[in-house]
T-cell receptor
């Protein structure tokens, strides 16, 4: 049973425009969420995170929004650049209970930014 | 060398072979993880080590055997694997097992013939 879902396997955006990557989760115990970026032949690298006490976190061109009632989060990249082309993974975890420290990942969304 | 390194980067093995994957982190972290990424599937957590002690085994078959001799090194010993075990095996580390960023290595692409 997949607890973190990224329903769009791919997204194509023109350079300079906004990229919006979406992620849904099912476990209401999750209270910490992360986005990772992965280039081919490399491991995932951490991009940005958000805890459940916030609904927005911004870092430069990257902003993550959290809607707890909808169990939904999104990553906005603006403006998008060709170097942003990569696979983006959403991950979630809980800071309590038996799953302490364990991260659950989505399948990833391939973002392509074209000139 | 910095970060998390993994060797080999690519491995092809037969079902009767025994091989080992190696992970090393130079970040001073105390927690290390093995993940498996199969085609079109999310990353699956396999094992967690915290201060060299295994704290989680996510129902992984015994043909995968982890070893953590110290906080900087993590091994995954492989024997009598199946073709469906072909995948990308990723190692990660973090300061501790409580929530926070995990740092990933580049992975070992394993093919079982």
């Amino acid at each position: 049973d997949q607890q973190v879902k990224q329903n769009s396997p791919s997204l194509s955006v023109q350079e300079g425009r906004i990229s919006i990557l979406n992620c849904d989760y099912t476990n209401s115990m999750f209270d910490y969420f992360l986005w990772y970026k992965k280039y081919p032949a490399e491991g995932p690298t951490f991009l940005i995170s958000i805890s459940s006490i916030k609904d927005k976190n911004e870092d430069g061109r990257f902003t993550v929004f959290l809607n707890k009632s909808a169990k939904h989060l999104s990553l906005h990249i603006v403006p998008s650049q060709p170097g942003d082309s990569a696979v983006y993974f959403c991950a979630a975890g809980s800071d309590r209970g038996s799953t302490l420290g364990r991260l659950y990942f989505g399948r990833g969304t391939q973002l392509t930014v074209w000139p | 060398e910095t970060g998390v390194t993994q060797t080999p980067r690519h491995l092809v093995m037969g079902m009767t072979n025994k091989k080992s994957l190696k992970c090393e982190q130079h970040l001073g972290h105390n927690a290390m993880y093995w993940y498996k990424q199969s085609a079109k599937k999310p990353l699956e957590l396999m094992f967690v080590y915290n201060f060299k002690e295994q704290t989680e085994n996510n129902s992984v078959p015994s043909r995968f055997s982890p070893e953590c001799p110290n906080s900087s090194h993590l091994f995954l010993h492989l024997h009598t694997l199946q073709p469906e075990d072909s995948a990308l095996y990723l190692c990660a580390s973090s300061p501790r097992t409580s929530l926070g960023e995990q740092f990933f290595g580049p992975g070992t692409r394993l093919t079982v013939l």
